[in-house]
Structure formats: C-alpha cells, structure tokens
C-alpha cells in the first residue's frame, strides 16, 4: 500500500555516498529517509571495492607464500581452493552489509527498499518492495553509476564478463583477455594472474590507466608485464566471438587474440536516465552527469547530488566525502568541496596511489615545480620485509615549499598515501616533512627522504650536488 511520509532529507542511493550523507544529516537532527533499489553498501561493498579488495587480499597472500624460501620458510608444494576463497569474499561482504544495515537503523533513518524517482522537486516517489511517496525539504541524490557494455561486444556474463558478473566466477579462466586498461582492468589483470592464470590486457590508448599520465603508467606496466601480465596498446576491439570452448576477440587490423573468458571493462555509465530528474528540473549534462556547484547543489535549490553522478571522480571515498559535504549544507550549514586532496589508489600488484599534482601537470599549471623520489630499496624495512621495488615521490613548489602532489609505488602505497594526503589537504611544504619525526624502521620514512630531497639535501642517498651549495635556510 503506498503511504506519504515527510522527511527533512531525503537519500536516493545507499551507497558510500548516499549512506554517509544520510547518517551525517540524522546526526545533526534531520529526520532522513534513505532510498535504495539494491543493496545497502552500492556497488563498493556489494560488487566492486570490498569484494574485489578481498579477494586480492587471497592473492597476496598466496604470492607470499609462494616466495616463503626467500624467507628461509619451507611450506611444501602450495595449492589453493578458488570456491572458498569466493565463499570468503561472500562472507566478508554480508557481514559487512548487514552491520551497515544495523548501523544505519541505529541513526533512526527511515529505509526505504525500492526505486526512488522525482515526481516534483520535493516529492520522490518509490516503488518496489516498500511503496511510498515521499516529501522531502532537501534530496540528495547519489545514484551512482553502473557497468558499461558495449553494442560490439555484449556481455554473455558467462564467457563475456563485466566487472560485476567475474567476481560469481565458480573456477578461474585459463586464459583471460581484459578489454580496457583503466583501473578495473589492471586491478582484475594483477588479481588473476596472482591466482596463475594467463592475462592479456588490450587498451586502446597509448597508456594504460592514462588518468595518472605518462610516468606512473609506465612504472605500472613495466611492474604488471614482470608479473608475467601481456599489455597490448592501441588496439581496437571490434567485437568478441564464442569458440568452442572460448572466445576470440576481434583487432583492427590484426590477429584476434584467443582466450577462454574476457572481461569487458572500459569504463561506467552515470545512473542518471530513470531518477525522474527531468520532472524536478534538474539539469544534466551530455555526459550524464549533475552539473553541481561547490555545496553539491543542482540548479534546483535544496536538491545536492553527490559521487559517481557529479562526474567528477568514481571514487568512494570521494562520494563519502561529497555525501557529508552535502548533509552539511542541507542542514544549515555552509561548506564548500575542496578537489585538491583527492587520493586515488590502484590496488594492482605493485600497489599504486595519487594525489594531488604530478610533476607534468604542477608545470603545465605553472608552478615551478620540482620532485624529490626515494626507492624503497635504500629502506631499512623494505630490505627486512624483502620488499624492495617501488618509490615514494612528492612534487613541490619550488617558491613556497607547499606539496603539490605525491606518488606512491610498491607495498603498502595504498596506506602511504594517506600522510601525503593529509599534507596537501593542509598545504604543508616539504620542511613540515622533513622536520616531522618519522618511525625507524618503516616504509612512511620514505617521505622524510622524498622531502629532503625534493630539497636537494638527501640523508640516505649520495647527494645531487656539493653540500655546501644545496643547504637552505631553515629545516633541521
Ligand atoms: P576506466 O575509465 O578507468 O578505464 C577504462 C579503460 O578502457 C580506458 O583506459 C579506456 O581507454 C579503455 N577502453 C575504452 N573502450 C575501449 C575499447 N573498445 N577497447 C579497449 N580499451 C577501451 O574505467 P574502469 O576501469 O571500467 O573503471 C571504472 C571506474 O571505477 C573508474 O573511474 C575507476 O576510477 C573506478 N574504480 C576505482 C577503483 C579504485 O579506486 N581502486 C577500483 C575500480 C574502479
């Protein structure tokens, strides 16, 4: 039976963007009804971050043992069973799903399972499971965004795999072809061939996952190809025929590769088409996306749009951020987004993560700009842990000494990057770092060196130039 119900928020999409922003405006006093058609957690902890996070989490594991006699650890021939690995992954996601569920309920929101589409600008109507019509003074939208297909090469979710219908797979490919380079497909491409399977990746850039530029794409290559991984560039698929027993993909202009499943990964649609945006007189742009201002709000006031559908970036805790941003403004405050500390992290093997400026783009915006990068191998703990490819790297403003940005490679870059994040996102300069005292012996120290050399005063490598000539005022 349909009922009306008036709330001060109202959520549509329970995902990291919508579920954040409906806990943080029930905690300042707003009654807040969430609207999800699927599950509660989206696509991060249902089908994309959480599952496929733990999965890798197996593969590493297993890399380790594998490696057991560098460590003087003898395990015996090393096997692995792929369905309970998978059961794991099921686990670890329930639990977490039906915690969020408790967490949420335990915030007094009202949850509502079902289609939310506008009506009118402050009426949302659901339909599904729970039918409601709902009032609301303030909507937030975060409706996320769902897996791209392709008209040339359909997904057949047996062979033909999307993001979503690989992580069901029952047994591993023997071979598996990865259409697109970006972060899903490198993220799969290192997961599989951790687990033993042959991977092809065909991207039809110059770079695989571009978005990063030239210089950590091609450190990311040259680390997946030693893994044993096969990168074709600027190639264009023209479609994918079912074998025998496998598919064959199509190239302009070349021999089709051969494989026994592809997975299909070249990007994600905006869900913004079946929202009823059009009857509120929410704008949307070409791409899909909300044209949003720096309070999240759409050019109907008291309606914010946060995450995947603002089209800035398929981040989680991007949206998680957006969603407070916007459950602020909503309930009486005013704050605004700020873009220029936004980490990104690429869970390959190596590890890689981002944020802020790299050194091309700090120059291409016109700073004087100037990088300090220290090899893990010249670590203490790396050479403990036997981890020793990778880098950590910090871009500065030659005139302030302000950190622009940072790039991380090799274990643990995914939690390194969080200092560099917390610098930026308080326009720290180089000395801040450098004058911090960091813990012997951890891979975090690669930053106090990154930033004395970013200085030219490196500690643990042979100096650039005479010592004499580098010293600067200030600092220790
Ligand atoms: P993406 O946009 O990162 O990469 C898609 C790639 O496919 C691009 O390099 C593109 O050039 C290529 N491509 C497109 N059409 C092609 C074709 N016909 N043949 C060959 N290559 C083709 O998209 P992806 O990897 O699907 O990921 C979707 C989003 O999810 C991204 O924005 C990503 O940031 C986000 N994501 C983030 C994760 C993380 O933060 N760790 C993990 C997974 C996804």
Same mark, same amino acid.
């Given at each position: ?6 709330? $001060? ?23 807040? #009804? ?97 039918? #409601? ?88 290559? *040259? ?49 913004? $088409? ?33 995450? $995947? ?74 050479? *403990? ?11 500065? $403003? ?79």
């Amino acid at each position: 039976m349909e009922r009306k119900t008036s709330y $001060d928020v109202v959520v549509i999409g329970g995902g990291p963007g919508g579920y954040v922003a409906a806990i943080k405006a029930a905690s300042r006093g707003a009654s807040v #009804a969430l609207v999800e058609k699927e599950r509660l957690g989206g696509t991060c902890l249902n089908w994309g971050c959480i599952p496929t996070k733990t999965l890798i989490a197996n593969a590493e594991l297993l890399r380790q043992i594998r490696r057991s006699e560098e460590y003087g650890i003898s395990v015996g021939e090393v096997s692995f069973d792929f369905a309970k690995m998978t059961e794991r992954k099921d686990r670890v996601v329930k639990g977490l799903r039906d915690g969020l569920r408790g967490l949420i309920e335990s915030n007094g929101i009202a949850i509502f399972k079902g289609h939310g589409r506008f009506t009118g600008p402050n009426e949302i109507k659901v339909l599904g499971e729970n039918n #409601a019509l709902l009032q609301a003074k303030a909507t937030i939208v975060a409706t996320g965004s769902e897996v791209r297909s392709m008209a040339s090469f359909p997904f057949d979710w047996e062979r033909v795999h999307s993001s979503t219908s690989i992580l069901d797979l029952k047994r591993l490919p023997r071979r598996l072809v990865i259409i697109g380079g970006g972060v899903i497909g490198c993220e799969a491409a290192s997961l599989y061939r951790l687990l033993g399977c042959e991977v092809v990746i065909l991207e039809m850039l110059p770079l695989i996952i571009s978005p990063e530029g030239e210089e950590v794409s091609r450190l990311l290559r *040259a680390a997946l190809e030693k893994e044993g991984i096969e990168i074709r560039t600027e190639v264009m698929v023209e479609g994918i025929d079912r074998t025998g027993d496998g598919i064959s993909v199509r190239i302009k202009g070349e021999k089709p590769i051969v494989g026994d499943m592809a997975l299909v990964a070249v990007g994600r649609k905006l869900n913004t $088409d079946d929202v009823g945006l059009e009857r509120a007189g929410v704008v949307v742009g070409l791409s899909g996306a909300i044209p949003v201002n720096e309070r999240l709000e759409t050019n109907i006031p008291g309606i914010y749009a946060i995450g $995947d559908i603002t089209g800035k970036y398929l981040l989680a805790h991007m949206a998680s951020h957006q969603g407070i941003v916007a459950a602020l403004n909503c309930t009486g405050e005013r704050v605004n987004m700020d873009y220029r500390a936004v980490p990104s992290v690429i869970f390959t093997h190596p590890e890689v993560a981002t944020v802020g400026y790299t050194l091309q783009r700090a120059k291409a915006a016109g700073y004087d700009a100037q990088v300090g990068r220290f090899p893990f191998q010249a670590l203490g703990k790396s050479q *403990a842990a036997i981890e020793l490819d990778g880098f950590a790297q910090i871009v500065v $403003d030659r005139k302030s000494g302000e950190i622009l940005g940072a790039q991380v490679m090799g274990h643990e870059a995914s939690l390194l990057i969080a200092e560099a994040t917390l610098a930026i996102a308080n326009e720290l300069t180089v000395e801040s770092v450098s004058d911090t005292i960091h813990a012997h012996p951890t891979l975090a120290e690669s930053w106090l060196e990154a930033a004395l050399l970013a200085n030219d005063m490196p500690l643990h490598l042979p100096p650039r130039k005479p010592a004499s000539k580098s010293l600067k005022e200030g600092g220790l």
